[in-house]
């Protein structure tokens, strides 16, 4: 449990988490948190093992430069012990199918045993094993990018009540405080970056009105233009509107929301531009930065679009199913029963997705409990004895490492 400095409680025993929220200043020390950092981006797991590793390796390093082993010559020699201790593990290995789901989910349920979340490793398991394998083609495919699966995190029920949804989910409900649809079936959804609401001067501008005739005449205007924008919209088919969150003006007003009710247009406001990108893989569609650019082609289809409540609680997400020329993306809809649970959730199945991702780039398994570092620590020792000078000493000493870790390890 780590108090932040804005007061925010973190429950973790992520050795990535727990290093990165910790305020060092060692260089030496600040390079493990780096090195961990690095561990969490490319396996996902392992971000506490590799730093005992490390650690290990600078006590040997720091005895062999006090026998006068130059440090060039001990960075060299790890070097070589390093590539050797690949080719030992890839030997020792045993090659894994992706298409046998069996040996793929022995793998994640190993990365989730030691989480804090591992009494629910049978439901998010399957589900992080097959939104990776929905993602890619497991016949042919070398790596995975991680940035088509979207984690959707709301709070209520339980963590058993997180499911896979082959389609999208947004994060907030549908506009229906002017009596619009919450549920559309055939939907033809745009994506519109401009704003639903009157134009306003630039900010070294502004303007005089100076009786109530004029008033009503910028009001008359303001409605004219507010309601063409929405008929544009309604003439192309469109019947679910995603909007962009503005920080120059209000991406819409109460008004256009009341018009496109009335056109029978569901409206979804508040998307990040983060998500953008996202969003148009998924749905197959085009952002529209302007309304003169509102043409049928930039739409996407789904089958069903509509606002969903979360059990055991007030929030509501969007989701569109049965999406026509859907994208290779998919989304997860995490649940619990508060932030530090889904927090520590989300963590767990990014280590899961990233163990499966190890698994495309590499495709092997090896016995754990410590069993790959001693077959390591037994051959590069014999490998040293036919090794001279120098790198024959190094080679002993990176030999010694794995045994320590092994040692670790197995406690």
Known sequence: MIQKGDGEVLITNDGATILSQMQVFHPTAQMLVQLSKSQDIEAGDGTTGICVIAGALLQACSELLSKGIHPTMIADSFKQCAAKAEEILVSVAKPVDLLDRNSVLNAVNTCLSSKVVHNNADVLAPISVDAVLDIIDPTTATNVDLRDIKIVKQVGGTMDDTELVKGLVLETGAKHTAGGPVKVENAKIALIQFCLSAPKTDMENNVVVSDYAAMDRILREERKYIL?????????????????????????????????????????????????DFISRTLNLQPIAHIDHFTPDKLGQAGLVQEVTIAGSTSKVVKFTDIINMGRTITILMRGSNRLVIDEADRSVHDALCVVRSLVKKRYL????????????????????????????????FAEVCLLCFSLISL
């Open 228 to 276: 063409n924008q929405c008929k544009k919209i309604k003439k192309w088919g469109c019947n679910v509107l995603l909007i962009q969150k503005s920080i120059l003006r209000d991406a819409y007003n109460d008004l256009a929301l009341h018009y496109l009710a009335k056109l029978d247009i569901m409206v979804v406001t508040d998307i990040e531009r983060t998500e953008i």
């Open 366 to 397: 090896i016995a754990g409990g410590g069993a790959p570092e001693a077959e390591c620590a037994l051959r590069i020792t014999q490998w040293s004895k036919t090794l001279t000078g120098v790198a024959s000493y190094c080679a002993r000493a």
